[in-house]
C-alpha cells in the first residue's frame, strides 16, 4: 500500500487527459509485489496510444487549423495528452507493466488523413474524430473508474476523467460549421 501513497501525490499534482477500453481477463503478478489485471494493463496500453496519438492530432491542429477555436483545442489537446502520458508511463513503469512504442495503425491512419486536409475540411474532420475518440475515450475511462483493479491505475482514471470531459466540451464548442 505504501507504493499506492508515492503513486497518488505525484498524479495529483496536475490535471490529466487520456483515452479508455481494454479487455477484462485474469490478474497478471509482477515483480513489484503489486498485480494488475489484463483490463488494467489494457486501459493502460490504450491511453498511452491515445496519448500519442493526441499529441501528434494537437500539433497538427495547431499548424493546420483554420480557426482560432481549432487551433487552440489542437494546442491543449497536444498539452494534455503528453501530460497524461507522462503520468501514464510512470505508473506502468511502476506496476512493471509494458507499453507499445507506437500508436494503433487507425490513429496512424487518421493522422495521415489530417495531414492531407487543409483549411475548414482540415477543421471539420478534426473536430469530428477527435469528438468522437474523445466521447469513447470518457466512456472507457469512467469504466476503468468504476471496475479497475489496481488502485494505482483507478487513481490515475479516476485524474483523467474531468479533463477528458473538458476536452470534450471544448471540442464540441469548436465544432466548424459548414
Given amino acids: 500500500m505504501r507504493r499506492l501513497l508515492v503513486v497518488v501525490p505525484f498524479?495529483?499534482?496536475?490535471?490529466?487527459?487520456?483515452?479508455?477500453?481494454?479487455?477484462?481477463?485474469?490478474?497478471?503478478?509482477v515483480s513489484s509485489g503489486a498485480s494488475v489485471s489484463a483490463a488494467d494493463e489494457a486501459w493502460l496500453t490504450t491511453i498511452h496510444q491515445a496519448d500519442l496519438a493526441g499529441v501528434q492530432y494537437g500539433r497538427l491542429a495547431e499548424r493546420k487549423g483554420a480557426t482560432t477555436a481549432v487551433r487552440h483545442a489542437?494546442?491543449?489537446?497536444?498539452?494534455?495528452?503528453?501530460?497524461?502520458?507522462?503520468?501514464?508511463?510512470?505508473v506502468a513503469d511502476t506496476l512493471g507493466v509494458g507499453l507499445p512504442a507506437n500508436e494503433r495503425i487507425s490513429q496512424l491512419v487518421l493522422a495521415q488523413r489530417l495531414q492531407k486536409e487543409s483549411g475548414s475540411r482540415f477543421d471539420r474532420v478534426f473536430v469530428a474524430a477527435m469528438a468522437q475518440e474523445h466521447e469513447k475515450t470518457v466512456d472507457g475511462t469512467a469504466?476503468?473508474?468504476?471496475?479497475?483493479?489496481s488502485p494505482e491505475v483507478t487513481a490515475l482514471a479516476r485524474i483523467a476523467l474531468p479533463d477528458l470531459r473538458e476536452h470534450l466540451t471544448m471540442l464540441r464548442r469548436a465544432n466548424p460549421v459548414g
Fill in 11 to 29: 498524479l495529483l499534482a496536475s490535471g490529466a487527459c487520456g483515452t479508455g477500453g481494454g479487455r477484462q481477463a485474469g490478474v497478471t503478478t
Fill in 74 to 90: 489542437g494546442s491543449t489537446l497536444a498539452a494534455g495528452h503528453a501530460a497524461l502520458d507522462e503520468k501514464v508511463i510512470h
Fill in 143 to 149: 469504466k476503468e473508474v468504476r471496475s479497475g483493479s
